[in-house]
Each structure stands twice: as C-alpha cells, then as structure tokens.
C-alpha cells in the first residue's frame, strides 16, 4: 500500500560488500552485508518493487526522468561475490555491479581493515597503547573485541596517506602480533578469469582504485595514479573501458574536486559514493551518486522499509 500511495522517483542503489557468515571470522565482520539467503531474499523483493537496472541504463534513465529504479552494487572484489552471490544473482535473472580494486586481484593481500581487525583479535593483550594516535588505550571489548576495531578503522580514514603505513605498524607493534604475513589475503579475492566470466553473466564491473585509499588524502599526481591504474588494468583484463566508479570508503569527505577532475580525465561517466541516500533526478550528480550500505543488522522489515520508503529509510 506505501509502495502504490507514497509518491518518490528516482534510484536507489544498494551497497553490499561481502555474502555469507562472519561468525568466528578474524576479518573486519562490519564487511558482510548479508548470508546468502538474506541476500536472495533482498533481490526477490526488489525484483516486486522497482526495476533493478545497470550504470548503462541511466542516460535512459535519465532521460526519462521518472520511475523508481534500483541498482544492486558490490565494493572491494572478495570472492564470495563470485562463489556465492553470483550464483543467486544467475538465478534471480537479475544483474549487478562490481567495483574492484585491482591491486588485490593482481596481487591478493590482506587489506587495512581487515588487517587492522585481525591484529586486534589476534592480541593477546588486554588494550592497545598508541599514544602518537590516542589519549588513552584503547580498551579491548571482549569477546569480539568490534568496538575496538571500529576505533581503530576510523583513525585510519581519519589520517593522510603518508601517515598510514607507520600507523599500521605502530597497530602491529602494540597488539604483539606483527604484521600479517605476505599470504594472508590468499583466498580472499577474485581472480580476473571470474572476473571475465562475471561480465559474460551481464554483470557490470567497475573501477575502486588499485590499492583503496582515501583518495581526497591524496596528492593530485597519487590520486591520478590510483584512477589511471585501476582503468588500464581493467581495460586490459576485461577489454572494456572503466565507465563507472565507487569511491573508497565514500563518505563526503573521501573524494574532491580533484578526484573528480581525474575521473572525468579517465572517462567516467558515473561515479558512487556511500554515505546513504538515493538519487534523485532534480539532484543528480554524475560523480556523486549516493548508494545505502546493506549491513547483516538490516533485517528483513527494515530492508523492506528501506526499499518502499528510501526518503525516509535510505
């Protein structure tokens, strides 16, 4: 009844970054956004509500300028994108969009954050003492310890560039674990044939930098590098210009003026941000379209809501 009687136009995208369990995971858990059968559930009741469309359908889109659309989006690359919501996306009919990083796919590592989760739930201590970055220690909260991951990601995206390498090593160093070893991120991610056999499914992949920095915390000649980077390795793995983009972290302070400047040199013609919301056609913004975070704490009222009433819920 809301959906007929509640009058919104516009896309509303939805952002996920990995499918499955995070249960006993030693990773950033705040990654899965949902388990594999939330997550099909989410895509039938979109299929109900809107036209689930992809980034080449918004000059039709837009064009028009009416109707409710959603797109369904995934950031980072890990692999279960590929092992397991692939599969369901087949199923479904329904295609979506992937923004890779392709510094993991060529060479797959551990990223910060889950780097930064697995130091903290590796210690063997009881708080952590950073004094270059906190007043106080920074407590461990047992069992799971999350708050204190949540501390610690948030310092980081706080901090320039320059700054992030020392402060993973001071992370390390107070934790007593180390840095994690050079195969850690092994199994992590896709590789570029399932990359390939995604784009033949229909699905969209997209560009999220190579190495996933912040990039309005980089110089102008770092954040081209990143962009540039991520364009000609997709174009030589995929034999496809980079059309779209997600920003990195994508809260408004994550990208400038400058980013958007290399995106435009670097032919992109739709760039994602990730701080909430959805796209409005009287607000649009090419290199500014907001996408809401499907997060497991999202259940199935809530989604429902979300999807029917984004003015309110996104």
């Known amino acids: 009844m809301l959906h007929r009687s509640v009058r919104w136009s516009g896309v509303l995208v939805l952002n996920y970054h990995r499918i499955g369990d995070a249960?006993?995971?030693?990773?950033?858990?705040?990654?899965?956004s949902a388990s594999a059968e939330s997550f099909a559930e989410q895509v039938r009741f979109c299929k109900t509500q809107l036209e689930i469309i992809d980034p080449a359908?918004?000059?039709?889109?837009?064009?028009?300028?009416?109707?409710?659309?959603?797109?369904?989006?995934?950031?980072?690359?890990?692999?279960?994108?590929?092992?397991?919501?692939?599969?369901?996306?087949?199923?479904?009919?329904?295609?979506?969009?992937?923004?890779?990083?392709?510094?993991?796919?060529?060479?797959?590592?551990?990223?910060?954050?889950?780097?930064i989760a697995w130091m903290v739930r590796s210690s063997r201590h009881e708080?952590?003492?950073?004094?270059?970055?906190?007043?106080?220690?920074?407590?461990f909260d047992e069992p799971e310890r999350e708050a204190a991951v949540r501390r610690l990601l948030r310092k980081y995206k706080e901090m320039p560039e320059q700054a992030t390498g020392a402060y993973?090593?001071?992370?390390?160093?107070?934790?007593?674990?180390?840095?994690?070893?050079?195969?850690?991120?092994d199994a992590l991610w896709m590789d570029w044939d399932m990359l390939r056999e995604m784009q033949a499914a229909g699905m969209?992949?997209?560009?999220?930098?190579?190495?996933?920095?912040?990039?309005?915390?980089?110089?102008?000649?770092?954040?081209?590098?990143?962009?540039?980077?991520?364009?000609?390795?997709?174009?030589?793995?995929?034999?496809?210009?980079m059309r779209c983009f997600s920003y990195p972290v994508g809260n408004r302070g994550a990208?400038?003026?400058t980013t958007r400047d290399c995106l435009r040199e670097a032919g992109v013609?739709?760039?994602f941000s990730y701080y909430g919301g959805h796209a409005r056609?009287?607000?649009?913004?090419?290199?500014?379209?907001?996408?809401?975070?499907?997060?497991?704490e999202l259940d199935t009222d809530w989604f429902r809501c979300l999807v029917t009433l984004p003015q309110l819920f996104a």
């Open 255 to 257: 990208f400038d003026q």
């Open 127 to 139: 708080s952590l003492h950073l004094p270059a970055w906190f007043d106080a220690p920074v407590r």
């Open 204 to 241: 969209t992949i997209g560009g999220h930098t190579v190495h996933h920095p912040v990039l309005s915390h980089m110089s102008a000649q770092g954040q081209r590098d990143e962009i540039r980077g991520c364009a000609r390795r997709l174009a030589e793995e995929l034999g496809a210009p």
């Open 57 to 115: 359908d918004l000059p039709r889109v837009l064009g028009a300028r009416r109707g409710r659309y959603a797109m369904i989006t995934f950031d980072d690359g890990y692999r279960d994108n590929y092992q397991t919501a692939l599969p369901i996306l087949r199923r479904e009919g329904v295609s979506a969009t992937f923004f890779v990083a392709t510094g993991f796919i060529d060479a797959p590592s551990l990223p910060w954050w889950d780097e």
């Open 23 to 32: 249960l006993d995971s030693p990773f950033d858990r705040g990654l899965w």
């Open 281 to 296: 056609y009287d607000r649009w913004d090419a290199y500014d379209i907001p996408r809401v975070a499907v997060e497991t």
């Open 168 to 185: 993973l090593d001071a992370v390390a160093d107070a934790a007593g674990t180390g840095r994690a070893g050079p195969r850690a991120g």
């Open 269 to 271: 013609e739709h760039a």
